[in-house]
């Protein structure tokens, strides 16, 4: 039994509330921290449990600091936004606590996804006997999961790599993102990559530029999906250099990409600073308050016994059994619960280490055993012809 501090009292930072609840025996006391202690108290009157709330701006590395040592926590799980990892990083290093994520690093002033500035803490926090899991949502996270358990049961080597990421709800808005809108949209509007395994380099695109047709399972049928950069291929193409080729993939509907290119055009997804009436706006943040909140899987072909397969490991979470559950929609869910269960491996010896370490790195059988009957079932199915 362990204490464990949530950082983020958003979507996500709800989900983790409730699925931690629902582990006693492992999550003995919870607290939950955000800018806004309004935010955790009205998820604290959702769940049965009793849960401690607390105010912190995750930014303030010393009162981070000072919560973490009147919490005593075992683990921190950081899902406030992705700028303020390494605030977080920092204070549990100096209180010798372990740190979960969801999603990289990137600087306020720069759409950079890179682990390489959280990389970096490798071995301050091996000298200091505490460990990072990074990226322990979906995407990545479970991705990064279904990776290395397609290497281990499936193939005796990956060659081809996709993810593919599909939101097949409708949510009745004009216009809405797929996950936190600043970040959504800082992400599909820079210019897509992918890995390059051949050359051991990464190729460019144009943003959203690059557009198959993929006909998803149980009833969701064909839809258009992009490609664009998703963090986890950093990882990835570093944890599994053998691989040829590795690529990310998102739909979006043409309404939502008819959307997207009006709101560039006029430079609301901007992310430096304009003057206004005296005030300094960054216009995406501006247009992320404005918005409303808005079968994920991993194909891969390689060989196998000296023969050549295709195979597909996905999840189908649906938004309104997320809702029932937890009163949150099945984006927010399918990160949330990897965290969850992320620290989970942490707390109960199935994945430790010291230092900073990504997903692949663990063995992903335990990790899978329990997150179907947390609420992400997966599946694999074989495809008769890989992804061009």
């Not at 309004?38 to 010393?62: F, H, L």
């Not at 990892?85 to 606590?97: Q, R």
């Not at 690529?247 to 997207?260: C, I």
């Not at 000296?306 to 949150?328: L, M, P, Q, W």
Request: charged residues 25%.
């Amino acid at each position: 039994m362990s204490k464990v501090l949530i950082v983020g009292a958003g979507g996500v930072g709800q989900v983790v509330a409730h699925k931690c609840a629902q582990r006693p025996e492992i999550f003995s006391e919870i607290t939950l921290a955000s800018r806004t202690e309004e935010k955790c108290r009205k998820i604290a009157a959702q769940i049965e449990r009793p849960i401690r709330t607390a105010q912190v701006d995750a930014d303030n590395v010393p009162q981070m600091i000072q919560l973490i040592e009147r919490v005593q926590p075992k683990i921190v799980i950081n899902v406030a936004l992705p700028y303020q990892d390494l605030h977080i990083m920092d204070a549990c290093l100096a209180t010798g606590v372990d740190y979960l994520d969801t999603a990289n690093y990137e600087p306020l002033d720069e759409a950079k996804f890179e682990y390489k500035w959280q990389w970096a803490y490798h071995d301050r926090f091996k000298e200091k006997g505490i460990m990072a899991l990074l990226g322990s949502g979906f995407d990545p996270g479970v991705t990064n999961v279904y990776t290395a358990h397609l290497h281990k049961h499936e193939f005796d080597e990956i060659e081809y790599l996709d993810i593919v990421d599909a939101n097949a709800g409708s949510h009745g808005q004009p216009f809405a993102t797929n996950f936190n809108p600043e970040i959504n949209i800082r992400e599909i509007t820079q210019r897509g990559r992918f890995w390059d395994g051949t050359r051991k380099t990464w190729s460019e695109t144009d943003p959203l530029s690059v557009k198959r047709s993929f006909e998803f399972p149980e009833g969701i049928g064909p839809m258009n999906i992009y490609l664009l950069y998703h963090e986890e291929l950093e990882s990835i193409a570093r944890h599994f250099p053998k691989l040829k080729r590795a690529r990310f993939w998102m739909t979006f509907s043409q309404n939502y990409l008819d959307h997207l290119r009006i709101l560039g055009n006029v430079g609301m997804t901007r992310i430096d600073p304009v003057r206004f009436q005296g005030v300094d706006i960054v216009p995406i943040q501006f247009l992320k308050a404005l918005l409303p909140d808005p079968a994920i899987g991993v194909v891969a072909t390689g060989t196998k016994g000296g023969k050549r397969k295709t195979a597909f490991i996905y999840n189908i979470c649906d938004h309104e059994a997320c809702y029932r559950e937890v009163k949150s929609q099945a984006i927010s869910y399918t990160t949330g619960v990897p965290a969850a269960v992320g620290a989970e491996m942490m707390l109960t010896g199935k994945w430790r280490g010291q230092g900073v370490f990504n997903m692949e790195q663990f063995d992903p059988d335990p990790f899978l055993e329990v997150i179907g009957p947390r609420g992400l079932p997966w599946k694999v199915v074989g495809l008769n012809a890989p992804m061009d």
